[in-house]
């Protein structure tokens, strides 16, 4: 949303919404291998387009009208 991939540790919660190579990129709890990974999109400009372009659509999924809509459909398909 602000314009910078994120690198974030491979963990329940990211791996929720993080597709590694996709829209962001996961890694181990590993100082050297964050290094790598964000020098890599520091240099890689078409490799940081993509990561973002991606992650760009990614979040229009958990914008709030969104999310709202997915839960009246699941309200209205339950009956209640």
């Known amino acids: 949303a ?3 991939p994120v690198v974030v540790v491979e963990s329940a ?3 929720e919404f993080v597709e590694n190579g996709r829209n962001g ?3 181990a709890p590993d100082v050297d291998e964050a290094v790598r ?6 240099y890689n ?3 940081r387009k993509t990561i973002l372009t991606n992650a760009s659509r990614t979040i229009q999924k958990f914008v709030p009208e969104e ?3 997915i839960m ?3 309200l ?3 009956g209640k």
Do not use: F, R
């Not at 990974?37 to 520091?42: F, H, R």
């Open 13 to 15: 919660g990211p791996k």
């Open 67 to 69: 999310i709202m809509g």
């Open 37 to 42: 990974e964000v020098s890599s999109l520091y």
């Open 25 to 27: 990129i996961l890694i």
């Open 45 to 47: 400009e078409e490799k």
């Open 2 to 4: 602000l314009g910078t």
């Open 72 to 74: 009246a459909n699941m």
């Open 76 to 78: 209205t398909k339950h």
